[in-house]
C-alpha cells in the first residue's frame, strides 16, 4: 500500500519517478480503509529533500500511511521556499490536540550547539513530552536522538572530537528483537553526526533495549521495552549522494573535514559514492511501521491511552 501524501506536494511526483507507489488524498479517499496517521518533525534546513528520502522509506510498507509535515521553527529558512512550508506543513498549535499512529523527528544540524542554545529548545521539549500521551510510536534519528535522551533520561550531551562521517558496518545485539526482525547479522548505515553514544553510557542512563550497534559508531539502534519510543543515531534515510554533499560542502567552508569512511570508491571524492544501505532502511522503517505502530495502535485513535509511558 502507499503512502498518502497533498496531491501537490513536490514528492509525488519526485517518487513516482522512482516507481515508488505514492497516492494522493483525492484518490485515498476513495478507499474504505483508515490509514496510519504519521507525523513528520522535519528539523532538517532542506525540507524538501529531506521529505524525498522519509518518504520513500515509508512507502514501502503494505499499509497506506496518511503523512503530515510540521515545523516548530518560525523563522524563515534559508533553504525551503516559504510557499512551500505555507502550504504542505502545520503549525504545533494546530495538531496539539490530535493523537497520531507513528511520530517521525528527524535530525539536525546542531551537534555543536548546546541544548539551551537551540531556538526552538522549548519547542522540542513540548513535543518530546506531547507524544508520549499523543502518539503511539515516535522514531527519532540522529540529532533528535540526543535531543529525546536529555529531555526523557537526562542524558547529558555527549560530543565527539570529531565528526563521525561514513558508512559503517554493524552488528545485531538482540537478533529476536521485532525492529531487527529480517536483519543480516552485520549490515551497513550511514552517520553524519558530532553526537556521540557510547553503550555505557546508555545503560547507565536509562532501561533501554540496545538492539544493534557498532564498535566505531557506538549505539545504533534502540528502544522502550514498550516499543512506544525508538531511537536510530544513524541516517538511513540517506541517498546515496548526501554524505557527498555534506563533504564537498564543508571542504568549500574551510572546514578541513576528513573523508567519509567507507563511502567514496578507492576514497577519490571524483568517484561516484553508491548507496550499500538502502536495503536495510527499508527493512527498519516497515519493521518500525508494522511491529511497534500498527500491530499496537488502537483502531480509534481517541481510545488512545493517554497515561502509556
Request: negative net charge.
Amino acid at each position: 500500500m502507499p503512502i498518502r501524501v497533498p496531491d501537490e506536494l513536490p514528492a509525488v511526483n519526485f517518487l513516482r519517478n522512482e516507481n515508488v507507489f505514492v497516492m494522493t488524498t483525492s484518490r485515498a479517499k476513495t478507499q474504505e480503509i483508515r490509514p496510519l496517521k504519521v507525523l513528520i518533525l522535519n528539523l532538517m534546513p532542506k525540507k524538501i529533500e529531506t521529505e524525498n528520502q522519509f518518504l520513500r522509506l515509508l512507502s514501502n510498507s503494505p499499509l497506506q500511511i496518511d503523512v503530515q509535515l510540521l515545523r516548530i521553527d518560525s523563522r524563515e529558512s534559508k533553504n525551503t521556499p516559504a510557499e512551500h512550508l505555507n502550504n504542505f506543513y502545520c503549525d504545533f498549535d494546530d495538531i496539539q490536540h490530535d493523537n497520531y499512529d507513528g511520530l517521525i523527528v528527524t535530525g539536525a544540524p546542531l551537534g555543536l550547539v548546546d541544548f539551551c542554545d537551540v531556538a526552538y529548545w522549548p519547542q522540542i521539549e513540548r513535543v518530546i513530552h506531547w507524544a508520549k500521551e499523543h502518539v503511539t510510536s515516535t522514531l527519532f534519528v540522529c540529532w533528535a536522538v540526543q535531543a529525546a535522551l536529555n529531555v526523557l533520561y537526562g542524558t547529558p550531551k555527549m560530543t565527539r572530537d570529531t565528526k563521525l562521517s561514513g558508512v559503517y558496518a554493524h552488528q545485531m545485539l538482540q537478533p529476536l528483537a521485532l525492529l531487527t526482525r529480517g536483519f543480516d547479522e552485520t549490515f551497513l548505515a550511514p552517520h553524519s553526526r558530532y553526537a556521540d553514544f557510547p553503550l555505557e553510557e546508555l545503560r547507565k542512563y536509562s532501561d533501554l533495549d540496545i538492539l544493534a550497534g557498532s564498535e566505531e559508531a557506538g549505539a545504533y539502534l534502540f528502544a522502550t521495552k514498550d516499543k512506544r519510543m525508538a531511537f536510530v543515531t544513524g541516517h538511513p534515510e540517506y541517498d546515496a549522494g548526501t554524505l557527498a554533499g555534506e563533504y564537498l560542502r564543508d571542504l568549500e567552508a574551510g572546514l578541513a573535514p576528513e573523508m567519509p569512511f567507507n563511502y567514496f570508491p578507492q576514497d577519490n571524492a571524483e568517484l561516484t559514492p553508491k548507496a550499500t544501505w538502502r536495503s536495510h532502511g527499508h527493512l527498519l522503517f516497515t519493521n518500525w511501521l508494522n511491529y511497534y505502530v500498527y500491530q499496537i495502535t488502537p483502531f480509534d485513535l481517541r481510545q488512545m491511552n493517554p497515561t502509556l509511558e
